[in-house]
């Protein structure tokens, strides 16, 4: 979907502008995507940072063996 954020070809129903020239019925289901898409991008961004969060986790060091006998 990001990809639909800079395509040329939606450039015509993306952005207040453009969708100022559509008619209304049009402008409101538009819009809903263009909403629907940026909240699914913020989703995907925040589950990014949160996978990215715990990759960069340091590795647990084991516990050090006991020693028995002489």
Known sequence: MRHWLLDSDF???RGTEALA???KA???EWTKL???VGALGK???EVTA???GLDAAP???PA???VTGP
Do not use: F
């Open 59 to 61: 590795e647990l060091v």
């Open 64 to 66: 050090p063996k006991e």
């Open 21 to 23: 020239k559509l008619p």
């Open 50 to 52: 949160v996978k990215q």
């Open 11 to 13: 450039a015509g129903v």
């Open 26 to 28: 049009e402008q409101g």
């Open 43 to 45: 989703q995907a961004a």
């Open 34 to 36: 263009w909403q629907d």
